[in-house]
């Protein structure tokens, strides 16, 4: 019920968002109402809503054998999935381990099944020599058109944030917790609206795949982007608030793991402010993996 509550307030901030202030709902959303609003049930799952304004942050600077997926317990949140896969990696170089497990991932009959018509599984992608690998949430619609992590309005934005570090997309590795985009309701017209946070259980069902490719691409260090990438790679229930964890560094799988908020926040929220603290974070990243910092990269989004 909490997908489905999910998916309705998602659907109603955007018709809201288009201006519209009245709406016919169907009986059966009213009962999904009535229930939510019972005392004995829990709160619904908050969807995150869809971006509303341009990315600005531009501070404009100067195959051996194929990999093997097995069963291991059921994630208890998600009985409809099937038991996470364990993850076998077959022997070889990287690029042929890598290509080994992007093929496992996009072929995975569970990734498959979730992903609707026209849709496409979403593996990670990028440098595999890198010493930097960004890890977000889930594939939303112009990800999942395009079978690729971060390409529609957060994508463009963290395309920014990553030349800012005097990078380029292709120097990074980019993935996701989610190799499929949580399914939303679709309207009469085919078209499914908004995204929403994936469960419990669906994180669980792709966070092997995206550990394996942690494994495989071995960068010095991650950077979680926003709560549900944080949430899945510090574990569910470790923090309350995104706040108390970004800007530090914790570990994942003995990596450094530097946690931000994610390029979405800014779209929503394009204080310069927020355009700090994430930059600040980034400077952090910058540090760790050896970049070099200009006196006026360390400058950007002060004093405005
Ligand atoms: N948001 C994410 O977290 N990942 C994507 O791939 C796109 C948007």
Request: aromatic letters at 6%.
């Amino acid at each position: 019920m909490q997908r489905s509550l999910a998916a309705l307030t998602s659907e109603l901030q955007r018709l809201k968002a288009e201006g519209k202030r009245t709406v016919s709902i169907s009986d059966e959303s009213v009962a999904l109402l009535r229930r939510a609003l019972a005392p004995a049930t829990s709160a619904a799952a908050q969807p995150r809503p869809a971006p509303v304004s341009a990315p600005t942050f531009s501070p404009a600077p100067a195959v051996s054998a194929p990999a093997k997926a097995v069963a291991a317990p059921a994630a208890k949140s998600e009985p409809s999935l099937p038991p996470a896969p364990v993850v076998r990696l077959p022997e070889g170089d990287k690029a042929d381990r890598w290509a080994a497990l992007r093929e496992l991932v996009l072929s995975d009959p569970t990734c498959r099944a979730n992903v609707r018509p026209g849709g496409q599984v979403v593996f990670g992608v990028g440098n595999i020599e890198t010493r930097i690998m960004f890890v977000g949430e889930a594939p939303g619609a112009e990800e999942e058109q395009q079978g690729e992590p971060f390409v529609g309005p957060a994508g463009q934005l963290l395309t920014k944030m990553i030349g800012a570090m005097g990078l380029e997309r292709p120097d990074v590795y980019i993935g996701n917790i989610m190799n499929w985009r949580p399914q939303m309701p679709v309207s009469a017209g085919g078209v499914q609206y908004g995204n929403r946070p994936p469960t419990a259980g669906e994180m669980a069902y792709c966070l092997p795949y995206l550990t394996a490719q942690i494994e495989v691409v071995a960068p010095q260090l991650i950077v979680a982007l926003g709560k549900t990438a944080a949430e899945g790679l510090l574990g569910a229930g470790t923090f309350r608030a995104l706040g108390e964890v970004r800007g530090h560094w914790h570990t994942f799988a003995g990596r450094p793991l530097m946690v931000t908020y994610h390029p979405s926040y800014v779209l929503h929220t394009p204080s310069s402010q927020n355009k700090r603290l994430i930059w600040e974070d980034l400077l952090k990243v910058m540090e760790k993996a050896g970049l070099e910092i200009s006196d006026r990269q360390r400058g950007f989004f002060l004093g405005k």
